[in-house]
């Protein structure tokens, strides 16, 4: 299969995320790798926020495919009338629903954002687009909310608990190594346009030379950590600990 082949593949979510792009690695990785190497490639746990950020993308990027999210009339998701509908599996609440499809109208509200998102002079943006490459050594793959040609930007949505706390909550739900694997993948720089969820305040964020270097750190990092797990031969997973300085 060649490269052309495999990002057409990789434009699916259910290979994107499934076995077939378990072969790369991404940056939802580096967390797993950087504090329990031991879980990578496990599935994890339905999370609403995940669910919650793939409506939100979807109603700015692709809105004709929001009828595929299940949307339960619930206080929460623990009621009885809850659990009836979704059948078990995990599914929005009409007031988070509701919240987002605020949040898409406050975005798309703003000259600026839109055109960022849209593009200008005629020339449409790509969405959802996805990328390998080899970086230090270890192939990756990223997909790219937003590829503003234009602009030569790769945009990433994000919405935060607290757009004041947003240049700290990058780094802890690493953003910058997210930023250092997308400049390396498109070859364009990266902004991150937020939205607070409670206030629905707007923030821009470029990324400064520091911020990919600090993401370069943890990509190399999590590649140490990944080769000595998984192309060490005499390697006992056993002995291995996290060292930290408090």
């Known amino acids: 299969m060649n490269k052309k082949q495999v990002l057409q593949k990789l434009k699916e979510d259910e290979h994107y995320y499934g076995t ?3 072969q790369y690695l991404s940056n939802s990785d580096i967390s797993t790798l950087l504090n329990n190497p031991l879980q990578l490639g496990k599935p994890s746990k339905p999370n609403p926020n995940f669910l919650m950020g793939g409506y939100f993308h979807t109603a700015i990027l692709e809105p004709e495919k929001l009828a595929s999210f299940k949307i339960v009339e619930s ?19 009409q007031s988070e629903a509701d919240n ?16 960022l998102i849209r593009g200008t002079n005629g020339k449409l943006n790509d969405y959802e687009e996805p990328m390998i490459k080899e970086i ?14 234009d602009e030569k930007l790769v945009i990433d949505l994000k919405t935060t608990g607290d757009i004041d706390r947003f240049q700290w909550s990058a780094k802890k739900f690493n953003y910058d190594s997210q930023a250092y694997i997308y400049q390396q993948l ?14 629905h305040q707007i923030g821009m964020f470029d990324c400064s ?25 005499d390697f006992d997973p056993a002995q291995y600990f996290i060292n930290k300085t408090l």
Request: proline share 1%; charged share 30%.
């Open 209 to 233: 030379p520091k911020f990919y270097e600090s993401g370069k750190e943890k990509v190399i990092k999590a590649i140490e950590v990944y080769d000595l797990f998984y192309k060490t031969d």
């Open 75 to 93: 206080t929460s998701r623990n009621t009885k009338q809850y659990k009836e509908i979704s059948g078990g599996e995990m599914c929005l609440l």
């Open 20 to 22: 077939f792009g378990k």
């Open 186 to 199: 498109f070859g364009y720089e990266m902004l991150f346009i937020a939205i607070d969820k409670k206030t």
């Open 100 to 115: 987002i499809n605020l949040m898409t109208d406050k975005i798309m509200a703003n000259d600026i954002c839109a055109d």
């Open 136 to 149: 230090e050594g270890v192939m990756w793959k990223g997909k790219a909310d937003i590829i503003n040609h």
